[in-house]
């Protein structure tokens, strides 16, 4: 049966399988099914991007249950095609290095159809059925156009592809069902064990700082041990770029900054980028920090230049933070000799407490309204960093009414008993309990 995994990046940049599914057929009513399955286990949350091949049954699916969801199309899929499309053509070479330029190269757009337009009139083309249905599809796969939405540096399913080969390693075509759930099991923990390793790694070894500026220690400081890196790249690629142009007045500029590429063995140009600057506001026409959120050496030129040697705090990006709590990190492992950590163990207990809270309040409007009450005021008194509090009772009155069981209350009789023993001198009062609610704090995981 297909295999049908949905992978993810982790904070490390590690690859992250998101769960899976084992598939009959590849129609359009399958992918429907597979996908709002997953959603469903999702929590109803879609993903903002997904990266496909140019399946035009899962295609189909995606429009239909990911409405709002970018949908881009792997770029490997459609240049390897490249060689079978044109490889008897008079003029591969040329075609072949057009269609890169136009794809790879392009800065803007305009950039874009530009070559395009040239690529179709020089080697008439207009004809050409593959080339006419990938322009129809531009916005799906050209980096141009795609490369404003995060995808935290994919544009490829090299992962997928990477991941379907690392279960090469648990199981084969023989693999009966029962031992697929169990290698798959085992899989995951090897997962699982490599990103705790990541994570202890980020926390317990620092890497050394390249240069002297303050925004590289700022960043080591900050972001896991592979983000880090990735930032560490572009500032040291500072090198190789510097400013040609500046335009505009004090507050507002616009720099043109050139970048030396070596591409080939002994090839050199220089590329040249519009980065626009104001005041701690820095964008740069590679879209990289968009793609990837890593700032580029582009950006980072023009903030030096201005001597901001601290990046902005808008250009931190959370999803690389090592010191975020992250909610899968609390899910039980369902793995054979996984032991559970007490913060593991809290959050499963809990659920299942929460599981069943759920099920008797779901049949009533008023006891589900209490509940919800009491979860959205635990929320605000448990703040990061605030104090535990126990909390006895409540003082809501809307709380559900206790039945009252058989025989005398236990009030009444410790109530008679101690009026006895100071011969009906001493008065009772009722006793109430009071939790400490601290500032309402928010977190973004």
Known sequence: MPFAPFVGVNHHGHSILLGCGLISSEDT????????TWLACM???????????????????????FPTTNHRLCLWHIMKKLPEKFGSHAEYENISRLIHEAIYDSQSI????GVWRTLIEIYHLEGNAWLSSLYLDRAMWVPIFVKKYFWAGMSTMQRSESMNSFFDGYVNSKTTLKQFVEQYENALRKKVEKECQADFESFNKQIPCATFYDMEKQIRNIYT??????????????????????????????????????YGE?????????????????????????????????????????????????????????????????VKISCDGWTLSPEQRR??????????????????????????????????TM????????????????????KRG??????????????????????????????????EHSQAL
């Not at 809990?350 to 008797?360: G, H, I, Q, R, V």
Request: aromatic share 10%.
């Open 266 to 330: 002994s090839g050199k140009k220089k590329v040249l980028f519009n980065v626009s600057y104001e005041g701690l506001e820095v964008s740069c026409s590679c879209l990289r920090f968009e793609f990837r959120g890593i700032l580029c050496r582009h950006a980072i030129t023009v903030l030096i230049s201005n001597d901001r040697y601290e990046l902005p705090t808008q250009y931190i990006f959370n999803r690389w933070r090592k010191d975020v709590r992250r909610s899968h990190s609390r």
């Open 347 to 380: 959050y499963d207990d809990m659920c299942k407490s929460f599981t069943k809270l759920a099920d008797l309040a779901a049949d009533d409007e008023v006891y589900y309204l209490n509940v919800m009450q009491w979860i959205d005021a635990s929320s605000r």
């Open 43 to 65: 929590g109803g949350v879609a993903p903002q991007g997904i990266i496909t091949d140019q399946d035009r049954a899962m295609k189909n699916a995606i429009q239909l249950v």
């Open 29 to 36: 009513n399958t992918f429907v099914w597979l996908f709002r």
């Open 110 to 113: 305009n950039d874009f159809e």
């Open 406 to 439: 058989k025989g005398r209350p236990c009030s009444v009789i410790k109530k008679k008993t101690y009026r006895r023993k100071r011969n009906g001198s001493c008065s009772t009062s009722a006793g109430a309990s009071v939790t400490q609610e601290d500032e």
């Open 383 to 402: 703040a990061p960093n605030a104090t535990p509090v126990l909390i006895r009772g409540s003082c809501n009155s809307n709380d559900p009414i206790t």
């Open 225 to 262: 041990a592979g983000k880090f890196i990735e930032f560490q790249t572009e500032l040291t690629g500072m090198m190789y770029c510097g400013i040609k142009n500046v335009i505009g007045s004090d507050s507002t500029k616009q720099y043109i900054v050139y970048e030396d590429v070596v």
